[in-house]
Structure formats: C-alpha cells, structure tokens
C-alpha cells in the first residue's frame, strides 16, 4: 500500500508565506512525478505545480515567481514553499503521485487527504 502525506497548511496573512511538505510511503519502486494540485469548493482540482524525478518543474502560470516546488528523491518527499501568498492561494491543496510499486509491479496515481490553506486578514 502507497500512503501520501501531507502537512504544513494553515492561516497566513496576505503577502505571508507557507511551506507544504508531501511524503510517499509504502512499497515503492519507482517514484515518478509529484505534484501539488489544490481546490475551491465547487470547483476542478487544478494543477499548482509538478516536478519530475530528475527534477524538472513545471508551474501554473498563476503561482509563478511566487511558489517554488522541491523534491527530495532519498526521502520520496516534495515541498511547495509559497510566498507572497494572496487570498485567491485560498484552497485545499493535494499532493500527487505516480508510482511503480513492487509486489505487484503496478504504476498508479495517489493522491493525499489535503491541507487547508487560507490566506486572510
């Protein structure tokens, strides 16, 4: 079994920051890209940010310049570091998985609980 796990969010002030962090457990082989989606009541999970194994990132044109995203291969870790949040980074954000598991040797997608973050006065 494949557990992704996420923590770090909260309430943060506009123009603060927050770090997610997002850890994979279980029988892994391969660890293929992680990302960070979030999601609006209401509304379709959409992609914040993703990187590759080899560490290649991608972002949303939305969080861009504001959010970097991290990866630690050794501990099947990512992190999202968001500064200069603003009240529209208000969401549930998700962490994403693809990974190759041993015993079965099966590729799937895994996805976290969530972590609320809101950004107010």
């Known amino acids: 079994q494949i557990q992704i796990v996420e923590s770090g969010g909260g309430l943060v002030q506009p123009g603060g920051s927050l770090r997610l962090s997002c850890a994979a457990q279980?029988?892994?082989?391969?660890?293929?890209?992680m990302a960070w989606y979030r999601q609006v009541p209401g509304k379709r999970r959409d992609l914040v940010a993703l990187i590759t194994k080899e560490h290649t990132t991608t972002y949303a044109d939305s969080v861009k310049g504001r959010f970097t995203i991290s990866r630690d291969n050794g501990k099947q870790s990512i992190y999202l570091t968001m500064n200069r949040l603003e009240p529209e980074d208000t969401a549930i954000y998700f962490c994403?998985?693809?990974?190759?598991?041993?015993?079965?040797?099966?590729?799937?997608?895994?996805w976290g609980r969530g972590t609320q973050v809101t950004v107010a006065s």
């Open positions: 994403y998985a693809r990974i190759t598991t041993l015993e079965p040797i099966v590729t799937n997608d895994y």
């Open positions: 279980g029988n892994i082989f391969v660890n293929y890209d």
